[in-house]
């Protein structure tokens, strides 16, 4: 038997058909970076929808299980500076104190004063925080692994390998 995902190519889909319009339209052009790039962007976008119905039946939008999630990583007491979160969620100063305000709010994180700088503030995940996020997880979970199931364990290593090397230089 073999697994989902090998054997016969699956149907066409709207990529195929709109690299197919570009190349009649456009056979000057090499639309070949189309195949792969577009496919990845619809993907991301029906991810982001897929992840934010998650996150709704926890009652999180995704920023705020990006700043939970950044704070249960973080590992037993479960704290970080604003800093920190702001290096990890990629947003700016004034975004990441208007976050931590509302989840503040909500009961979710709470804030402290930094012992190593008196000017400084550290940022603690609540029980209720952790509780959030972590149901939040396991539901993003279940929800990702039934979307691989479609590839077999060595596709799913090979995509995450040629994944990674592409944002390799976004990272660096």
Do not use: C, K
Not at 45 to 74: I, K
Not at 91 to 107: A, H, P, Q
């Amino acid at each position: 038997m073999t697994p989902r995902g090998a054997g016969a190519a699956p149907p066409p889909d709207d990529v195929d058909r709109i690299v197919d319009a570009w190349r009649r339209e456009r056979p000057d052009l090499d639309v070949a970076p189309l195949q792969v790039l577009s496919r990845v962007s619809r993907l991301a976008r029906r991810l982001d929808l897929d992840r934010a119905q998650a996150f709704a039946q926890h009652h999180l939008e995704g920023w705020e299980f990006d700043v939970l999630s950044a704070l249960r990583r973080a590992g037993d007491p479960y704290e970080l500076s604003p800093g920190q979160l702001i290096r990890q969620t990629l947003v700016t100063s004034g975004t990441m104190t208007n976050r931590v305000d509302r989840l503040e709010r909500r009961g979710l994180v709470g804030r402290s004063p930094d012992p190593h700088d008196r000017r400084g503030v550290i940022v603690r995940l609540t029980p209720e925080g952790q509780e959030a996020v972590d149901a939040a997880m396991a539901d993003l979970l279940d929800r990702e692994r039934t979307l691989l199931a479609e590839l077999s364990a060595p596709d799913r290593e090979q995509l995450a390998a040629m994944l990674r090397r592409l944002l390799s230089p976004f990272e660096a």
